[in-house]
């Protein structure tokens, strides 16, 4: 009885439900928007939008990323100001967008309020995409765009009508201007249409609305192509941090979608926990994919397991050798959202012969999910290739607290010094050693080129300025930058996460 209230209540309060679920997510995201530093690759993010829009393409030409996501962050950022929180809520943005896409998505694929309303909040409580939606970069944009792109194309396949063949063409050419790795989830709809074509449902693969919306798309980023072809050149010659992929790559990235944990992080009852989910839900996608597809729209519902499948293989196989490898899981964040949809739906599906068994099966995915969301909150951004717990922020909090006005702030390195331009401030002023420097990566142009918080002379800096905050992150004990400087203060903070208080700042006499 209770259940029929629950499915009439949404039958009849559908937008209001939908609500409900984007609105404790939103909750959810915010609550731990603040709580953790920004990190480089953010920090990355929050330099470059001080540029106008031509510098934006013409610095992130230089590093690894194509621009959309940068431009639209500078325009968020005129109007909502540069705050940790301002930055890292334009991905909490587009991670709404995506769920509704979800929603509109799955409920044309099953035409029901309910199977909608489950794939949505599994989607929405999936912890990477709480984990993402709290981070100043470009993952959720493309998670949304992939989405929405993958709904204009179902409708163009079904109508074919251009204004949904060019929707779709404009969101595959965006795609590309924010993140490479979107081309997967491209080529899972060219898989996704050769299986049209052999099943008889689509009668020719190269047909000419298809033709001509790629070439649309390729001719919008032909511009682009130019640099892209060079990134790629420079990331395949020089090699990147991306570890190689191992026989436990597959492992970590279940593990990661269903719970935000690697295999190191999954043992005793974890281990039990995970093993015993993702045994219960390849029975349910046993059991109900067969007949899913007899009872959705199957063309759809193939949609949906090309986007699972497609891209984690593509992108595992370009991460073996000749190749440098390049297989991290949020790169691909469209297919994990894309996996608990699916398993959503199968578990779903199976209630209704299976009860208990679908029930257990559900209650052993929440857990992991709502584990996951807890563990996001316990680590925050903590770096599991690199080891590694940003405490940037935390020291300039201190610094702010136990210093005086008028003293500036002297990063270790260019690479720290990123991170704290975010959290400059007139009383405490970020500046870094350019004396000596070559600049090596495509991401330092912006140093190169730019004096801001630049020091030609270390000896001049320090005649103007008789009090210095000097912070690092090394593991090794406070060292002053020269060598004549004398320490008067020195604060550390200490990162339960990695156990360690390697992020510390000392306060020198310049002239002492």
């Known amino acids: ?110 035409e029901s309020k309910w199977y909608s309303l489950v794939a949505t909040l599994a989607a929405a409580f999936t912890p990477v995409l709480v984990r993402l939606s709290n981070e100043a970069r470009m993952y959720t944009l493309v998670l949304a765009i992939v989405v929405w792109a993958t709904y204009f194309l179902l409708r163009a396949q079904e109508e074919n009508r251009r204004c949904w063949w060019g929707v779709y063409s404009l969101l595959v050419m965006l795609g590309m201007l924010t993140h ?11 898989a996704w249409r050769y299986f049209e074509v052999r099943s008889g449902r689509t009668k020719k693969f190269f047909s ?78 046993w059991r109900s ?15 949906l397991v090309s986007l699972v499948c497609v891209p984690l293989l593509l992108l595992a196989i370009g991460s073996l050798p000749p190749l440098k490898p390049s297989f991290i899981s949020r790169y691909i964040l469209f297919a994990q959202v894309a996996a608990l949809v699916l398993i959503s739906l199968a578990t779903a599906w199976t209630y209704k012969r299976y009860k208990r068994l679908a029930m257990f099966t559900a209650a052993l995915i929440a857990v992991c999910c ?10 925050g951004n903590y770096n599991k290739v690199a080891k590694l717990s940003t405490r940037t922020g935390d020291v300039m909090s201190e610094i702010s607290r136990v210093g005086q006005s008028n003293q500036p702030v002297l990063a270790a390195s260019q690479w720290l010094y990123y991170e704290m331009a975010v959290y400059n401030t007139p009383s405490h002023p970020v500046y870094y050693n350019a004396e000596g420097m070559t600049y090596y990566y495509g991401s330092e142009r912006m140093l190169e080129e730019d004096d801001t918080g630049k020091i030609r002379s270390l000896s001049e800096f320090a005649r103007k300025h008789r009090y210095v905050w000097y912070l690092t992150d090394s593991k090794d004990n406070l060292q002053p930058p020269v060598a004549s400087w004398k320490l008067t203060k020195s604060i550390q903070v200490y990162d339960p996460i990695g156990k360690e208080s390697r992020y510390k700042a000392g306060l020198y006499d310049t002239q002492g």
């Open 1 to 110: 009885m209770k259940q029929q209230k629950i499915v009439q209540f949404v039958g009849r309060h559908e937008w209001l439900t939908l609500a409900s679920v984007l609105a404790a997510f939103a909750g959810i995201t915010a609550g731990n928007m603040a709580r953790w530093s920004i990190w480089f690759d953010e920090a990355f993010s929050a330099y470059i939008v001080r540029f106008d829009f031509a510098k934006i393409a013409y610095f992130t030409a230089n590093d690894v990323h194509p621009p959309f996501y940068y431009w639209l962050l500078k325009l968020w950022t005129i109007v909502f100001g540069h705050s940790v929180v301002s930055l890292r809520s334009l991905s909490l943005l587009f991670a709404l967008i995506a769920l509704v896409g979800v929603y509109v998505l799955v409920r044309r694929l099953t």
């Open 180 to 190: 490479y790795f979107a081309a997967l989830a491209w080529l899972a709809h060219w």
């Open 208 to 285: 000419k609305p298809w033709v001509v919306t790629f070439a649309i798309a390729i001719s919008l980023y032909a511009w682009w192509i130019p640099m892209a072809v060079k990134q790629f050149a420079t990331v395949q010659a020089s090699g990147f941090w991306i570890p190689d992929v191992t026989a436990v790559t597959p492992v970590n990235y279940a593990t990661d979608t269903l719970a935000y944990r690697e295999d190191d992080e999954t043992t005793g009852w974890w281990a039990l926990l995970l093993l015993a989910t993702i045994t219960l839900v390849s029975w349910c996608l």
């Open 289 to 303: 994919l067969p007949k899913m597809q007899r009872k959705f729209r199957r063309s759809d519902l193939s949609m």
């Open 370 to 379: 709502i584990t996951g969301i807890y563990h996001v909150y316990s680590i």
